[in-house]
């Protein structure tokens, strides 16, 4: 199937500060850490859901953050494509939490978290089917009414396919150009459902709008069972790590954030880890400009 | 590129909701959903798994000394019964288990897992200690304090048990590793006033049984009585006024 929509436009939602940059997520076994052992670390990425109600030790953290790193907002229950009607108490105070914080975009996952007024607090997959698309891009367009910031989509990792017509490329495609959103791309999903689904990689990564990626998800997986789970609790692979390459000089320079929410190692694993990420980048920054001095892109 | 299994089966957008609401909700078996889907059961099998996963963790991280009571047979079937019965509706996780008191209560009025008067007081205390830790109350700092404050995260809650004491042991014996087991449920009723709140410097909870001089600080600052007249009405000097003011500036639910 061909993307029903023909062109792309030009990206419309400016990227602030560097066009580059590595970050952490604010996690609680680092809140004392992370102010005095940050080397490398560029920006912080905190979970909407972790922060916007809490008061104490969380806000605290959080305030002292905001003083010292740009901070991008990633929910995970906002459902975006969930069969009731979004929720208006959550987007009232998400709304008045992004005006604290003031990140440039903010972003949650291109499934459902909560359907018939129960919560999942897991991120179930939407069919790839045209009527979803309809579905979540109205949906999507009703947020950005709502919240007058760049809003971005993430693609998650799934290990059952629902019933469709359309790749999930395809799916995922006609659901930001349409929707006209950003794209948080998160390269360890592709490389997962890649190897669940048996499609590959790269051309799902040739299929995203290029244009649209803001930022970059990447982290570790576990390969140990009959198909990978998206854990966040391992280093990330260096197959991950090609394709996160790949991917830097498909889309040009991104906010990379390393994800790492389960089994959290102390903080020295994981600026090591980012460390790791960031000389991939830059390693592909030098590939791209070789490749463009002999007149060529991937 | 295609996506293995995509195109076996056709179903509309709200037959795939209510399809994998029913397995997320365990009304349908992993085989069940798969058929229906047309997926592969063991791909299918992992997320009913996580959807229950998360309720049981939240359980047994809010009411850790609670769980510590029953076995683990016992515990995982009221996670299992609650689960049923007070799907959960919050957005953010914890607040998911705001409803398990209440559910303790209803479970102790059918005579189920034997549930007794002190495990209703000890839940309500342990869901308590969350409240106060994630409220959204800002303590004030000094130079913010004009006068005297209670702390605005404090709650006052009047039980029947010495559930203060016994948290205190517990968490003593969980520091340890329960070498010496978990401690008993106290038999004999001796209960009393207890604050919960959150400490103003560690922003971690505190549970503590209100002794005299505690109760007398807190209704100075509480009903705002000018010291020298609440001294006079409790019969005590103003410099053991002061005294019991300070101590209870120092343990956090009074700020001065």
């Not at chain 1, 030790?57 to 901070?71: G, S, T, Y």
Request: with cysteine; hydrophobic share 40%; charged share 25%.
């Amino acid at each position: 199937m061909k993307p029903r929509t023909p062109g792309v436009r030009p990206r419309s939602i400016p990227r602030p500060g560097p066009s580059q940059a590595f970050g952490l997520g604010l996690r609680r076994p680092h809140f004392d850490d992370i102010f005095e052992n940050h080397s490398g670390v560029d920006f912080l990425e905190i979970i909407t859901e972790n922060f916007m109600d809490f008061g104490g030790r969380a806000r605290e953290v959080l305030e002292r953050a905001m003083e010292m790193f740009p901070i991008v907002v990633h929910g995970v229950s906002m459902s975006v494509g969930g069969p009731d009607p979004l929720k208006e108490d959550y987007l009232k105070r998400l709304r008045k939490f992004l005006e604290f914080v003031k990140p440039p975009w903010f972003s949650d996952h291109l499934c459902y978290t909560s359907a018939f007024g129960v919560e999942y607090h897991d991120l179930v997959q939407l069919p790839f089917t045209e009527e979803a698309v309809k579905h979540v891009v109205d949906r999507i367009k009703r947020i950005q009414g709502e919240i007058d910031l760049p809003f971005l989509v993430e693609n998650i990792s799934y290990y059952a396919v629902m019933p469709g017509e359309m790749t999930e490329a395809e799916f995922t495609r006609e659901v930001v150009i349409r929707a006209d959103c950003g794209l948080l791309l998160d390269v360890n999903n592709v490389f997962v459902n890649s190897a669940n689904h048996g499609y590959d990689a790269r051309a799902f990564l040739d299929a995203m709008p290029a244009d649209r990626v803001l930022q970059v998800h990447i982290g570790g997986h576990d390969a140990s069972g009959p198909f990978i789970l998206d854990t966040h609790s391992r280093p990330v692979r260096q197959e991950v790590l090609d394709l996160y390459a790949y991917t830097l000089r498909k889309i040009g320079p991104a906010w990379t954030l390393l994800e790492w929410d389960n089994e959290i190692p102390g903080l020295d694993v994981l600026l090591a880890e980012l460390d790791k990420v960031r000389r991939t980048a830059l390693c592909a920054s030098q590939k791209e400009e070789e490749a463009e001095g002999k007149g060529g892109r991937p | 590129m295609k996506t293995a299994d995509a195109g076996k089966t056709r179903m509309s957008l709200d037959e795939t909701f209510q399809t994998m609401h029913r397995l997320l909700r365990w009304e349908i078996t992993p085989a069940e959903a798969a058929a229906r889907l047309g997926c592969p059961e063991s791909r299918i099998r992992p997320y009913p798994e996580s959807v229950l996963d998360h309720v049981r963790n939240i359980l047994a991280k809010n009411f850790p000394a609670l769980a510590s009571l029953f076995s683990t047979e016992v515990w995982e079937k009221m996670v299992l019964e609650y689960f049923r019965r007070y799907p959960p509706h919050h957005y953010e996780m914890n607040a998911n288990a705001a409803r398990f008191p209440e559910f303790l209560h209803s479970m102790a009025e059918e005579g189920r897992f034997g549930i007794g008067e002190f495990h209703l007081e000890l839940a309500a205390v342990e869901w308590m200690q969350w409240v106060v830790f994630s409220s959204p109350e800002k303590i004030p700092v000094p130079g913010e304090i004009r006068g005297l404050l209670v702390n605005p995260t404090l709650a006052v809650l009047q039980l029947s048990f010495p559930v203060a004491d016994y948290l205190r042991r517990w968490e003593e014996e969980s520091a340890k590793g329960f070498p010496r087991g978990v401690p008993p449920v106290p038999e004999e009723e001796d209960g009393g006033i207890v604050f919960v709140f959150r400490h103003p410097g560690t922003h971690e909870p505190v549970v503590q049984r209100a002794t005299d001089p505690e109760l007398f600080a807190f209704k100075v600052a509480h009903e705002s009585i000018p010291l020298p007249q609440a001294a006079e009405e409790a019969r005590i000097s103003l410099r053991e006024a002061e005294s019991m003011l300070s101590s209870a500036g120092k343990a956090g639910f009074i700020l001065l």
